[in-house]
């Protein structure tokens, strides 16, 4: 048997480093070639690394969340053969020496580097253990207090879905480890004592989670944005009725090659005539050389939820895009974002943001601005509310938007004009449209 050492390889784009962000396999683990081992972070981009070779888990280098440098190891398995370690070899000279010599002296140095020679392993002696052979084990305090729990991102992903705390489940794998059959277990022979019948008892169950990966750079992100820039946050009513009328005009009359218009398009369209009067909110502040970078070109970062987490890809030069021409690249974006297939350079080089809720949307809300940019316009919630039109309340459609500026470069009177532009033009959807 030979030992295989695999090491970060580098993703490209630069990076000189990567971010483990969760373990597909355990120590013990038999992997197949091209099985994925790991999930590594760069920036915003997520990395699966495959196995090249089949062989047995015997090393892992890293948790989630450590930082490892392109080409360090970071995974070590038992292969047949002589595997790529050549550490050993690298150190001592090699002499010349018949067969039957290398093998005596293989066997020779094999009795003197342990106390026990044990024959390998066969693959049926490394399978996990079966259900019914797991059930027999004891379920209970299985580890000393304080002493935490060793088991796969999966299994405790299962775990705190299900309520268990993993200190009370005996584990049955490698040093310890609690495996899927070892859950399997633990719920069949402990429901009379979670779910005593005729009564409820108490959860004391804590569950530690590590921010790791898109979560940690969305934090960091934030805490950069919330301690370096003094926001003000201004909250409008809009009255949407007629965009929404036209926008179903639209939607009823575009062409099969025309995407389906949401609201973002028409917004993005008031923003890029808004800023175009106040070209100081469409700009980047350096802060550290004090210097605020205003541009021509309107980069619009749209802030979308994934099932990772919360990141902004860029709707380029949307300046020059209409309606129709908006609403193809966020449609487009937004698919690449949820599959995580989302390039450096779409996540990247916005000057002003536009951040949603959807019909989860609030009332009202305070947006964080997009650090370096100095502003970022947020949309709330649509409802019919009845509104006084001088004689009468009529019902109307209407939205609050929440507004944030950076208040070290973007004065409150600045911030003001830039709300009731957006709100004149948005209630009167025929000026967006208009040249000049």
Not at 36 to 55: F, H, N, R
Not at 98 to 108: H, L, M, N, Y
Not at 287 to 313: F, K, S
Not at 372 to 393: H, Q, S
Request: glycine share 8%; charged share 25%; proline share 7%.
């Amino acid at each position: 048997m030979g030992e295989y050492v695999i090491k970060l390889p580098d993703v490209g784009e630069g990076v000189a480093e990567a971010e483990i962000v969760e373990w597909e396999v355990s120590v013990g683990d038999v992997v197949q070639e091209d099985a994925v081992l790991a999930a590594v972070m760069t920036d915003k981009a997520t990395v699966e690394i495959p196995s090249p070779v089949e062989g047995r888990i015997i090393w892992l280098g890293a948790e989630p969340g450590d930082v490892m440098s392109v080409g360090a190891p970071i995974i070590k398995l038992e292969v047949d053969g002589e595997g790529n370690s050549t550490e050993e070899s690298t150190s001592k000279p090699q002499v010349a020496e018949p067969e039957a010599g290398k093998s005596e002296k293989k066997a020779t140095q094999k009795q003197e580097q342990t106390f026990v020679v044990e024959p390998p392993k066969t693959k049926v002696e490394i399978e996990k253990p079966s259900a019914s052979q797991v059930r027999k084990q004891p379920i209970g305090p299985a580890r000393a207090e304080g002493e935490k729990p060793i088991a796969s991102p999966a299994v405790r992903k299962r775990a705190q879905d299900g309520g268990v705390d993993l200190r009370q489940v005996t584990g049955t794998g490698p040093a310890g480890r609690i495996t899927h059959e070892d859950l399997d277990a633990y719920f069949d022979g402990s429901s009379v004592a979670v779910h005593p019948k005729g009564g409820l008892v108490p959860n004391t169950s804590v569950s530690e989670v590590k921010i790791v990966g898109l979560r940690r750079k969305i934090a960091e992100k934030m805490s950069i944005s919330k301690s370096r820039i003094p926001h003000i946050t201004i909250v409008e009513e809009v009255d949407m009725t007629a965009l929404e009328e036209l926008r179903a005009s639209l939607n009823k009359n575009r062409s099969e090659d025309h995407p389906k218009l949401t609201l973002l398009p028409f917004l993005m369209r008031a923003l890029v005539k808004a800023v175009a009067e106040q070209p100081n909110l469409n700009a980047i502040f350096d802060d550290e050389a004090g210097v605020v970078h205003q541009y021509g070109g309107v980069h619009i970062g749209m802030a979308a939820q994934t099932p990772n987490g919360l990141v902004v890809p860029v709707i380029k030069h949307a300046e020059a895009r209409d309606v129709w021409g908006c609403a193809a690249e966020v449609n487009r974006l937004a698919a690449a974002s949820k599959a995580g297939t989302a390039t450096r350079e779409e996540l990247s080089g916005s000057t002003i943001t536009i951040t949603s809720l959807g019909p989860l949307g609030a009332i009202a809300t305070t947006p964080v601005i997009n650090h370096p940019e100095v502003a970022i316009l947020g949309v709330n919630k649509m409802a019919i509310r009845p509104m006084w039109d001088g004689t009468d309340f009529v019902p109307r459609k209407m939205m609050n938007i929440s507004s944030s500026f950076d208040h070290r470069v973007i004065d409150g009177w600045d911030a003001a004009v830039f709300v009731q532009r957006i709100k004149s033009l948005l209630e009167t959807p025929a000026m967006i449209f208009m040249e000049g």
